[in-house]
């Protein structure tokens, strides 16, 4: 079975650092795609970025690019989403995906439960 | 790139079927045969129910299904049941590098 398991629950302060993981179970982790995909409170989805554990290519959705950094460790299976210096506005239920298709990068078979961060300023 | 456009909301009573629409150009929606639909129940992760336009995820039931005519693709909910009231989102590959597909603006589904 398919498992995506996300570390719990952050409130932190404007300005503070943050990395919250992914550890991935049930499947080879280096072969399949993971995004992050942010939903803000009471909003939809939105792709941040993905990377391929493989070889760690990754790529940003332009609206967060330079914001968020993302990364991979093979060694625990495990995707990480990283922020150097946080704002309010990161404020936002952070969720980890896997993709089911190497080449076409289209849909999401699988979701962490969901990642809360609260930042204040 | 901007997200799909769906209706903000819909309803229908038990028993009925309500058809949901995702809306986009020729670049995403109409370009490609890779649309897929999330369940998204109020404080839990979203849930795949439908790929590659009209394909169901196996363990999802059959009242749901897709289509796409152009560039507008559809979610209907056939028998509809009080435990579909959820949000629902669409999604379509857009063949970008760094931004491969885009999600649509969400649906949310009331059982009357």
């Known amino acids: 079975e398919v498992r995506l398991e996300q570390s719990g629950r952050e409130v932190k302060k404007s300005g503070e650092s943050l990395k919250i993981s992914c550890k991935a179970s049930?499947?080879?982790?280096?072969?399949?795609?993971i995004g992050w995909v942010r939903q803000m409170p009471g909003k939809g989805l939105e792709l941040m970025g993905i990377?391929?554990?493989?070889?760690?290519?990754?790529r940003y959705s332009p609206s967060f690019q330079g914001q968020v950094t993302i990364s991979a460790d093979k060694s625990v299976s495990t995707t990480y989403l990283h922020w150097s210096s946080l704002k309010a506005s990161d404020t936002a239920t952070y969720y980890c995906a896997r993709h089911d298709d190497v080449d076409i990068v289209a849909t999401i078979d699988s979701w962490g439960q969901g990642t809360w961060v609260t930042v204040s300023s | 790139q901007s997200a799909l456009t769906q209706p903000r909301s819909v309803a229908g009573s038990p028993g009925q079927s309500v058809t949901i629409s995702c809306t986009g150009t020729s670049r995403d929606v109409g370009a490609y045969p890779y649309v897929s639909w999330y369940q998204q129940v109020p404080g839990k992760a979203p849930k795949l129910i439908i790929h590659?336009?009209?394909k169901r995820p196996s363990g999802v039931p059959d009242r749901f299904s897709g289509s796409k005519s152009g560039s507008t693709a559809s979610l209907t909910i056939s028998g509809l049941q009080a435990e579909d009231e959820a949000d629902y989102y669409c999604s379509s590959y857009v063949g970008n590098y760094n931004f491969p597909y885009v999600f649509g603006s969400g649906t949310a589904v009331t059982v009357l």
């Open positions: 590659d336009v009209d």
């Open positions: 990377i391929y554990p493989g070889d760690s290519d990754t």
């Open positions: 049930g499947y080879r982790f280096s072969s399949y795609w």
